[in-house]
C-alpha cells in the first residue's frame, strides 16, 4: 500500500509538471525496468523493496492514464468513457491466473508479464499530448496541434 500512496504523489506530480505522455512513458520504463529486476532479488528484503517500485509506477500508469483519457473525451462522453477504460484490468487479471496457471516459476511468470510494458517505451512517439495540458502550460499552438491530430484521426475538422 506505501507504493500505491508513493506512487499518487510522484506521478501525480510528474504529470502536472512535465506533461501527461511523458508520466505515462516513464511509468511503464520504470515498471518494466522493475520487473525484471525482481527476477533477480535474492532476498525478501529487495523483493519486497522492488514491489514497492512497482506498485508506484503501476498505480502512477493507472491515474495518469485515466486523466489522460478523461482530458481527450468530450464532456458528453467521459463517464462511459472512463467507465470503459476500466475493463482492460479486469481483462488482465484473468488474463494473469491463466498465464500463472501454465507458468509456475515465479522467476518466469514475473519476466513473461513485463514484456506488455515495452509498449510504453513508444509512447511517446505514437500518444499526442493532452491539449488540456498543453493548454494550461500556455503551450496553445501545440495544443491545436494536438487537437488537428485527434480531428484527423477521427476524419473530423477542427472547429
Known amino acids: ?16 509538471t512535465f506533461g501527461r505522455v511523458n ?9 518494466t525496468i522493475i520487473q ?3 527476477v533477480f532479488s535474492w532476498n525478501y528484503w529487495m523483493f519486497s523493496l522492488l514491489n514497492l517500485g512497482a506498485a508506484a509506477s503501476g498505480i502512477g500508469i493507472y491515474l495518469v492514464a485515466y486523466v489522460f483519457v478523461f482530458e481527450w473525451s468530450s464532456p458528453s462522453w467521459r463517464t462511459n468513457v472512463c467507465i470503459l477504460a ?12 491463466l498465464i500463472a496457471y501454465f507458468i509456475r516459476d515465479w522467476r518466469d511468470f514475473q519476466l513473461f508479464i513485463a514484456i506488455p510494458n515495452l509498449l510504453h517505451f513508444v509512447f511517446k512517439y505514437l500518444l499526442p499530448e493532452s491539449p488540456r495540458w498543453l493548454a494550461s502550460r500556455g503551450r496553445v499552438e ?3 496541434d494536438s487537437m488537428a491530430f485527434a480531428a484527423k484521426m477521427n476524419k473530423r475538422s477542427v472547429p
Do not use: C, K
Request: aromatic share 14%.
Open 36 to 38: 525484471v529486476l525482481t
Open 1 to 16: 500500500m506505501s507504493g500505491l500512496l508513493i506512487g499518487s504523489f510522484v506521478f501525480g506530480w510528474i504529470s502536472d
Open 86 to 97: 476500466q475493463i482492460p484490468f479486469s481483462i488482465g487479471f484473468l488474463y494473469l491466473t
Open 23 to 31: 508520466a505515462l512513458t516513464l511509468g511503464g520504463i520504470l515498471l
Open 142 to 144: 501545440e495544443a491545436r
